[in-house]
């Protein structure tokens, strides 16, 4: 299962902004979707995460961070209000399920930049 993901980019503290990545291959069901991210010399971490009716935000990004997803595309979106500079990271999209053997997937997106200028 491969991951596409799009958006990040530059923006001013207090801006906005959508990241959104997309999956391919021979999935059968997804069971989480999530959005990480990573700064340099440090851990990546969970940003938000979606899974059944269930959404997960870090308390850093609660009520500014949305998740969401759109099923039938198998695409996640995290949108991304009133930022600020800690928030800038390469932002990393993660899904997980079962392909069509039933197997356990996990795949990760390419990383997608996201830096806050003050």
Not at 59 to 83: C, E, H, K, P, W
């Amino acid at each position: 299962v491969q991951l596409q993901a799009s958006g990040g980019g530059l923006v001013q503290a207090g801006g906005s902004l959508g990241l959104s990545c997309r999956a391919s291959g021979p999935i059968y069901k997804i069971t989480r979707m999530a959005w990480y991210r990573q700064t340099p010399g440090k851990e990546r971490e969970v940003v938000a995460a979606i899974a059944g009716d269930s959404t997960h935000y870090d308390d850093s990004v609660r009520g500014r961070f949305t998740i969401s997803r759109a099923s039938a595309s198998n695409t996640v979106y995290l949108q991304m209000n009133d930022l600020r500079p800690e928030d800038s990271a390469v932002y990393y999209c993660s899904v997980e399920g079962f392909d069509y053997e039933q197997d356990i997937f996990a795949s990760w997106g390419q990383g997608t930049l996201v830096t806050v200028s003050s």
